[in-house]
């Protein structure tokens, strides 16, 4: 602690901000509220964070409700207009967030891309009823973003802190209707930290192809989403089966789980024996008795 009150400002800043940024699912409101300590500086921490919560919330598709609504809205760069207004496509609104305290104000109508509306819509439709399927607490966003793209964000955050547990699924796919190509990128991150602290960070590139156009939005968002779906359970299932290789195989070849001799070791009879052992050596060391002549 000494030594980093020695510290410039600008260096604690440098040193919080790598802390925030790491932030596991769900914990960052703990971590700011330790780095507060270390900081020790207020006013400082919370202008100069700023940048550091912006890339957080919107690489964590950080979700919030905007006011009036029910439904959860992500916060994304795909959906920036500037620096703290973000678009709700699903609304056609925009909205200012608050970074420091995650909570949405001053929405307002936008109107959509025309060219790529009915696209963007038609996949919308289909990943709703994607992600209502296979995500229990899941939330999308569908936009249309630059070259005629239409990015797909997906986020379902899992927290369990009472069981010392959180976790986060990501994954983002860009929809190129001129060429066909579907690019993905999923992320998984799980922290456990009962009695220790564990975290699973999986991050994999997807790129399929598809001989798909637009010209009917309907099929062609619902070939979309039956190819995310085939890469998305792919990739759970490897992940599934990589941690029984870890279970059954990898981490029993770094011990034997039996000795040699292939029988279990009975350690009650071990510490009798070592018992007897002092008891025995205790008994031949005592001096025998003297005679007086």
């Given amino acids: 602690m000494e030594e980093l009150r020695d510290l410039s400002t600008e260096e604690k800043l440098k040193i919080v901000t790598n802390f925030l940024l790491s932030s596991p699912p769900g914990e960052a409101d703990e971590v ?26 919107t690489e964590q598709y950080i979700t919030v409700k905007l006011p009036g609504q029910e439904n959860q809205v992500l916060v994304s760069k795909f ?21 420091m305290n995650r909570r949405a104000t001053e929405v307002e109508p936008r109107p959509p891309v025309e060219e790529t509306e009915p696209l963007r819509t038609a996949v919308e439709a289909a990943i ?19 070259n005629g793209t239409i990015t797909i964000a997906i986020v379902d955050n899992k927290y369990n802190s009472s069981n010392f547990w959180n976790g986060r699924w990501r994954s983002t796919w860009v929809v190129n209707p001129e060429s066909g190509k579907l690019k993905g990128n999923i992320k998984v991150n799980v922290h456990y930290y ?4 564990v975290q699973l960070d999986s991050n994999k590139d997807i790129e399929v192809e ?36 870890l ?21 009650d009879k071990i510490l009798n024996y070592k018992i007897g052992q002092e008891l025995s050596f205790t008994k031949i060391a005592e001096p025998g008795p003297t005679s007086n002549k």
């Fill in 32 to 57: 700011f509220n330790d780095v507060r300590v270390l900081m020790a500086d207020d006013p400082a921490l919370q202008t100069g964070i700023l940048d550091a919560l912006r890339e957080y919330n």
């Fill in 128 to 146: 709703t009823n994607y992600v209502e399927d296979h995500f229990k607490d899941g939330v999308s966003s569908v936009y249309s973003t630059e």
């Fill in 210 to 245: 598809t001989s798909t156009t637009a010209e009917n939005p309907a099929a062609a968002a619902a070939t979309y989403v039956r190819l995310i779906g085939k890469a998305e359970n792919e990739y759970q299932t490897a992940v599934n089966e990589s941690y029984i290789e």
């Fill in 79 to 99: 959906g920036q207009i500037e620096n703290d207004l973000y678009l709700d496509p699903k609304s056609h609104q925009a909205f200012r967030f608050d970074h």
């Fill in 194 to 197: 009962e009695d220790g602290n």
């Fill in 247 to 267: 279970s059954e195989n990898t981490f029993k070849s770094l011990r034997r789980s039996l000795p040699l001799t292939r029988q279990k070791l009975d350690w």
